[in-house]
C-alpha cells in the first residue's frame, strides 16, 4: 500500500489573489508531519521505542525513555537518504518520467550521562544532550506531457487589470518577470493581457522540483528512576528548520509563427527555529511489561523565508510585435517574510513486552490533532485569518501505529525489525496515509562499543499542481515515491 499524500496546491485555488510565497496550508502540513530518524536501533524497531527505552531516538516520542539507562552512553549516527521518483502529469500526451536523489543526512547525535542516587527508592537521575532528525525533505522528481491551458493564463490571470506601472507592487512575483520577458503584453483598451498563444493551445510541459533539507530537534532532557519500577522524563528541545526549493518549469511549442519557450524557475529558501517540551512517564510491570505515556506541547516556531521568480522567453522575432530580438529575460524582485507557526499538539501511549534474555516487542500509537496548528502573521491579521480556518476545515486528528521487536541470538548479536501506519491528515479523507518496513541489526563488541544498522523503506504517492487556474483545468501531477533511508550508530558505553 502506498502513502497517499494530497500536495498542497490542490487548495492554492484559495489563494490565487496572492502573488507570493507567502504561507500556505503546504507550510501548516510540511512542518507539522513528523518522520522520525534517530538512531539505527530506533529505526529498526520502527520508531516503536517509547515504552522500552534507553535508545535516545526514542525522547523523540517519550522523554521518559531517558530514564532506562543505566550507563553513561555517546553514540552518533550518520545516514544515507535515498528517494526515487515516478510522476505523470494527468490528462496529457507523454511519458512518465523518472528521477532519483540521493544524499547524506545526520539522524542523530547524542550523550547521556547516568548519575546514581543514594535513596531508599530513587535510583538514578539522567541527563542527556543531542540531536534527532525529525523530519526530511529531501527529493527530486519531474514530469512532462502535452497539455492544454498554458502557463501564460496563469501570468494572465495575476495580472489583469494591474497597469504595467504597478505590477511591481501588486503582483510582483508572477505578473511582473512575465510582463518583463514579453510573454505577456497590455492591452490599453480593456486593461487586461494577453499572451501570444491563447487557452486552448496544446503545448509541452516540462518541470523539475528539487527540495533539500529537514528538520532536526535538539535536545536536553532529564530523567529519573524510581524503584527501578517508575521512569519520569521531561525534555527541551529546540528544533531548527532547513528548506530549499527550486522548480523548474519549461513550455515549447513548434510550429507556431511567434512561441517557442518559456522558462519560469521559482526558488524558496526558509529557515527557522522553535522551541517545546515534552513530558513523559513509563511504568514496568513484574520487570517484564512496560506501558508508557508521553504528551507533547505544540513547537513554537520563527520562520523566515526569501524567494524570487525568473522568466524567459524565447521567441521567433518579429520587428512588429517586439521591441528587440530575444530571448529575454524578466526577474522578480527578492522577496522576504517573516511569520510565526504553532505546530499541532500530540500525545503517545506504549506497551513493551520483554522476552526473558530473548529480546522484546513494542508498540506504539500517536494522537496528533492537526487542527490546533496555527499562523500568526503581525502584518496581515486577515490573511491569517483565513489561513487558519482553511486548517481548521481541511485538516482533522489523526492516529499513527508503531510495532518493533528485537532478537538476541547471541549475547552479542541483536536482529531487529518494525512497521509504522498512519492516517491520513485530511479531514474528508479516510483510511491509511502510509506505511513503513524497516529491519535492523545490532553488535557488541565487548562490553562497550556497539554498532547498529538499519533500513527503513517507504512508499508514498503524492498529488501536486504546477499552477492553479480560476478558469479552466489546472495541471495535476502524480508522483510515485519509493524512499528508503539507512543508518548507522556507532555508540560507546561508560
Known sequence: MRIKLLHIGLFFSLLMCLD???QTLDDAIRYSVL???GTARGLGVGGAMGSIGGDFGSLASNPAGIAM???????????????ESNSTLTASAGN?????????VFPSASYVQVNRVLDKHWTRTVFG???NRIADFNKKFQYQGNQANSITQYFIEQSNFINPDNLEQLSPFVGLPAYDAFITTFDTYTSQYVADIDRNQVVDKT???SQKGGIDELTFAFGADFDNKLHLGVSLSLPFLSFKEKKEYTETLTGHPVFNTLEFDENLTANGGGVNIKVGGKYIIARKVHISAAFHSPTWMRINEEFDNRANYQYIFNEDLFPSPGPQEGLSPEGAFEYDLRTPWRTTGGLGIIIGRIGFVSSEVEYVNYKSAKFKISDDPGFEEQLNDDIFFELGSTLAVRFGAEIRPTKAIRIRGGYGMGESVFADTEGLEGQYFSLG?????GDQIFIDAAFRSEMIDQRYNPYSLRQGASPLVNTAYDQNTMVLTLGVRM
Open 20 to 22: 507570493t510565497y507567502a
Open 69 to 83: 539507562y543505566k550507563w553513561s552512553e555517546f553514540q552518533i549516527s550518520p545516514g544515507l537518504n535515498r528517494s
Open 129 to 131: 544532550i543531542g540531536i
Open 35 to 37: 518522520q522520525r530518524v
Open 441 to 445: 541489526a545490532g553488535i557488541w563488541l
Open 207 to 209: 518541470q523539475t522540483i
Open 96 to 104: 512518465s518520467l523518472s528521477d532519483d536523489r540521493t544524499r547524506f
